[in-house]
């Protein structure tokens, strides 16, 4: 067991409502995505003994809490997010003495730790599904999954006309003990994850019991995987119609974003609520809107929602504005922080997605970390890291891109395939087998030239990537104006400008300013008096001869894809 961080935080008022001061209203959390962090033991894994030995990198970039992908015992038939024990480590990772010395590590550097929770699915190796399969129709251990007889004369087509995320239909059929064809089972991603019946007691009952051991193992909270899956529609409807991938995000499906998943959440916040130290829930949760989304966040269910209404916003600033004042207007009547964020494991590179240009995806990232709320980092978005786009099929391991092939221009948002261009291990060094990810090589292809971006070649470059992240971070913290707090005060600015002020409890003001544009603005009514903090261009651009970073604002420009914060 760990020594829980001590707890700096104000405690709750009587209502429940959590106070301005709980750490997880304006923290930043960087995701580990263990396989492609560190490698600790040279077989080209990455593993829990190489994100510890790592950890120093995360405490010096300033973030406040480390969130880890699953690392759990696991046939990684999809990286990990299908489950064949909660409560041990693959392997491949290390065991359950790596995992407390991680724990303990981090919360010795000061970081907190969060750990992904995947309750929508176990894999197909999970004792129950296991058990379920050998006994047969009638089984107690089916009522714990969705399996149901097929339709037809024989029951051989599907249940209903659900299909999975990774294409293709979401049902499975069995054979019986006997060998003969038997029921469907229910897989919203791959067949090797089937779906947990959360109508089934002994479900909830299971699942409240993980909460307790990981909590009692030291960690700090929970990012739960698809949070907005676990219920579906009574009867399991028909969608009538294909195509159905095409509404994620758009409207409530019978399988996604039900009401019932609300009580579930509200019994787990009675636990996480249990235990010192601020312990928390963050939702992945796929919503039509952001008011759906702040349902999973009032006062008594979880912390923290993913704004992916924000993730998925063009680069513009009309766009950008919107998305803002949306995001911000749905959180402020349950009291809860908005989250920022701009890459993960999912999607591809916001360096690639807004446009490749490293101009524009540190613009982007300077505004992230300006806004109210808790904003997320993905592992070597620091170092500027664009999505690779190149990788040979062979090489590939998403299984979506198994079932349903990759589009040939290389594009696609993440469920089409194309994962596996984000999650390339990053590079440590400018040198060795693996740009010192480890000393066996690595597991997905690096591309040539990937140590130029390394953290051992960026640091101490004033003009780099990760020297910018290390310096927002440590304004972030140090500024009373950036901490935490749900509101914007627009102004007025140049077309494709975007600026707003934020003031601190003591009137000191912090002023931002986007230029999404390709050309220079003038802001020089804007910025009129006070100073720069920090801008997002380099200083100059020896490629066009043109001065980019706070040099151009002693002149009144702020340079096109360019961000500056200043202090009035």
Not at 29 to 43: E, H, K, L, T, W
Not at 175 to 204: C, K, S
Not at 374 to 395: F, H
Not at 520 to 544: E, I, N
């Amino acid at each position: 067991m760990t020594q829980h961080l001590a707890d700096r935080t104000q405690p709750t008022s009587g209502s429940g409502q959590p106070q301005a001061h709980d750490w997880w209203r304006d923290a930043v959390i960087y995701q580990v995505y263990p396989r492609s962090f560190a490698d600790g033991n040279g077989d080209g894994m990455g593993d829990l003994a190489g994100v510890r030995a790592r950890l120093p990198h995360l405490a010096d970039l300033g973030v406040d809490a480390v969130w880890l992908s699953p690392f759990y015992a696991s046939p990684q038939a999809d990286a990990g997010y299908d489950v064949a024990d909660y409560r041990a480590i693959d392997p491949m990772f290390g065991d359950l003495h790596d995992a407390d010395a991680l724990i303990r590590d981090a919360h010795h550097l000061g970081l907190r730790v969060i750990v992904d929770l995947v309750p929508n699915h176990s894999s197909d190796q999970h004792e129950w599904f296991q058990r379920a399969l050998r006994e047969g129709p009638g089984s107690p251990l089916r009522d714990r999954y969705h399996f149901r007889p097929g339709t037809g004369e024989r029951g051989d087509a599907p249940p209903n006309d659900w299909e999975s995320i990774f294409g293709g239909p979401a049902w499975t059929r069995v054979a019986d003990p006997d060998g003969t064809p038997g029921e469907w089972y229910l897989h919203l991603f791959a067949p090797e994850q089937p779906d947990f019946n959360w109508d089934n007691q002994a479900v909830r009952d299971e699942f409240r019991s993980l909460l307790r051991f990981w909590l009692d193992m030291g960690v700090d909270g929970f990012r739960i995987d698809v949070a907005h899956g676990l219920v579906k529609a009574a009867g399991l409807p028909d969608m009538g119609h294909p195509g159905q991938l095409k509404l994620l995000g758009t409207q409530v499906l019978p399988f996604f974003d039900q009401d019932g998943v609300h009580e579930i959440y509200r019994s787990w916040r009675q636990i996480l609520d249990e235990y010192p130290g601020r312990r928390i829930g963050v939702a992945e949760a796929w919503t039509p809107n952001a008011g759906r989304t702040a349902l999973y966040v009032r006062p008594d269910e979880l912390h923290q929602a993913f704004n992916f209404h924000y993730l998925n916003t063009p680069w513009d600033a009309l766009a950008l504005r919107e998305v803002i004042d949306s995001s911000l207007d749905s959180m402020r009547p349950v009291g809860a922080p908005t989250t920022w964020v701009l890459s993960n494991h999912d999607v591809v590179r916001h360096r690639t997605r807004l446009g490749g240009s490293l101009a524009r995806a540190r613009a982007a990232t300077l505004l992230m970390l300006a806004l109210p709320g808790s904003a997320y980092v993905y592992q070597g978005e620091e170092l500027g890291l664009p999505e690779v786009t190149d990788l040979p099929d062979d090489a590939r391991q998403d299984p979506a891109f198994l079932r349903r092939g990759a589009h040939e221009d290389g594009s696609g948002d993440g469920q089409e395939g194309l994962r596996d261009g984000c999650r390339v291990p990053i590079p440590w060094t400018p040198d060795g087998s693996s740009y010192g990810f480890g000393d066996g090589g690595s597991w997905l292809p690096q591309p040539a030239g990937w140590g130029g971006l390394s953290v051992a070649e960026q640091t101490g470059d004033p003009a780099s990537t990760l020297e910018l992240y290390r310096a927002a971070l440590a304004v972030r913290h140090a500024h009373p104006a950036l901490g935490a707090g749900a509101d914007v005060e627009w102004l007025e600015a140049p077309e494709g400008v975007l600026a707003f002020r934020r003031r601190a409890a003591d009137g000191t003001a912090f002023v931002c300013a986007v230029n999404t544009g390709g050309a220079p603005a003038d802001v020089s009514a804007l910025l009129a008096t006070g100073k720069a903090l920090l801008a997002s261009g380099t200083g100059h651009d020896t490629a066009t001869d043109t001065v980019t970073g706070t040099d151009a604002l002693s002149a009144g420009l702020l340079p096109g894809d360019t961000t500056v914060w200043w202090q009035e």
